[in-house]
């Protein structure tokens, strides 16, 4: 159980109308929480929207959208994604080694 307190969640996925989050403390995810889809505000409905949460006798009471943590966190992840993406490929060096 999350102990009570205010956190920086993620949406990681939804599954049906419920959205699961992760929960986070100190940079490292702890736990996770699900929730019903409409509870989230309007906003963070989006697969990896960042939210500030609050936790009350371990379950979720209300979270605030951070729009700038999301843009933030998107385009961390966009530039990692391109980075490897310009990576040249291995050679292969199956053709090469003596049999």
């Keep these: 159980m999350i102990p009570d307190g205010t956190y920086t969640a993620t949406v990681d996925r939804f599954e049906d109308n ?3 989050l992760l ?3 100190d940079g ?3 736990d996770q929480l699900v929730v019903d889809r409409d509870e989230l505000p ?3 409905r989006t697969q ?3 939210l500030t949460i ?3 006798d371990g379950a979720y009471d209300g979270g605030r959208y951070e ?3 999301t843009e933030a966190r998107t385009e961390a992840a966009q530039s990692r994604f391109d980075r490897l ?3 040249p490929p291995a050679a292969d060096n199956a053709d090469n080694e003596d049999a």
């Design 67 to 69: 729009p700038d943590e």
């Design 85 to 87: 993406s310009r990576r």
């Design 18 to 20: 419920r959205a699961v």
């Design 42 to 44: 309007w906003r963070a």
């Design 48 to 50: 990896n929207a960042v």
């Design 23 to 25: 929960v986070e403390a």
């Design 54 to 56: 609050t936790v009350a």
């Design 28 to 30: 490292q995810d702890i």
